[in-house]
């Protein structure tokens, strides 16, 4: 079992960044793969970035490569997504998810994410 909590979400004007953060509960976070992904109201949900158990593998989408920076820190059981360079497009719900992968060094592309946490908004006016 595996809980996460988000922080870091709020409002900022468009250029300007954010660092968000996900804290896990559990002993084994360090074997389970992670993703961000965001929700903008009337869309559907979709995997913004994600990243292997190791760090060693991520993935960004199309939208956000360049922008935003997944890692993560598995001594404090955290991972992160630091967003620069913000859009008003990038307005959404954020939420931070975990997916057993261990022993495969690779991220999740799926969305089938086990594990969900509640959510931070991010607003970016322009």
């Known amino acids: 079992q595996v809980q996460l909590v988000e922080s870091g979400g709020g409002l900022v004007q468009a250029g300007g960044s954010l660092r968000l953060s996900c804290a896990a509960s559990?002993?084994?976070?360090?074997?389970?793969?992670m993703g961000w992904f965001r929700q903008a109201p009337g869309k559907e949900r979709e995997l913004v970035a994600a990243?292997?158990?190791?760090?060693?593998?991520?993935y960004y989408a199309d939208s956000v490569k360049g922008r935003f920076t997944i890692s993560r820190d598995n001594a404090k059981n955290t991972v992160y997504l630091q967003m620069n360079s913000l859009k008003p497009e990038d307005t959404a719900v954020y939420y931070c998810?975990?997916?057993?992968?261990?022993?495969?060094?690779?991220?999740?592309?799926?969305?089938?994410?086990?594990?969900w946490g509640q959510g931070t908004q991010v607003t970016v006016s322009s």
């Open positions: 990243i292997s158990w190791s760090g060693r593998s991520t």
């Open positions: 998810a975990a997916q057993f992968r261990y022993p495969s060094d690779s991220y999740y592309p799926n969305s089938d994410y086990a594990y």
């Open positions: 559990g002993r084994t976070f360090s074997r389970y793969a």
